[in-house]
């Protein structure tokens, strides 16, 4: 009598491939310090060596659902962030002492840059009302786009050759 060997079952559900470092400790960290700094993530990764390189985060990102959220959330309050980080940077003196007379001048370039800063932000926070560009949207092109596809398209049907 023959006795059969019982055939090993494989388990298909097991994840191949290098573990992931990931957890939602690490990645509330890096989220919090996203949302509290105008600094980049590049920056803000080097800046904490115990965190995974930008490259990490990005995959994290992309096939951690959850972590995508609280990253994008991070984001738009970083936003916040780097907006009152200008306005602080707006509010610093722009005069300086030259050496030579010892006189107060004005710093032409930074007060320059204060001002288009001013109007970007202003730009983009209101921007029907300060933007540049108009929002009103011009559909007599996509008429003539059409026109120009029905015509190609005749064309093409009658110059079409038989080989």
């Not at 109007?119 to 949207?137: E, N, R």
């Amino acid at each position: 009598m023959d006795v059969e060997k019982p055939k090993k079952k494989y388990n298909y559900t097991k994840k191949t491939g290098r573990p992931t470092k990931y957890t939602v400790e690490l990645g509330d960290e890096i989220c919090a310090a996203i949302a509290s700094s105008e600094l980049g993530l590049m920056h803000l990764c080097n800046a904490n060596p115990h965190w995974p390189d930008r490259a990490t985060i990005f995959t994290w990102r992309r096939i951690n659902e959850e972590f995508r959220h609280k990253y994008t959330k991070a984001k738009e309050e970083q936003t916040e962030v780097t907006v009152e980080y200008m306005q602080e940077l707006m509010n610093e003196a722009h005069h300086y002492e030259d050496k030579e007379t010892g006189k107060l001048r004005v710093d032409v370039a930074m007060l320059r840059l204060k001002v288009d800063t001013l109007k970007w932000q202003a730009g983009k926070l209101k921007p029907k009302k300060f933007g540049d560009v108009k929002t009103d949207i011009d559909t007599s092109h996509a008429v003539e786009s059409q026109k120009a596809l029905e015509h190609e398209k005749k064309l093409e049907e009658e110059y079409k050759k038989d080989y």
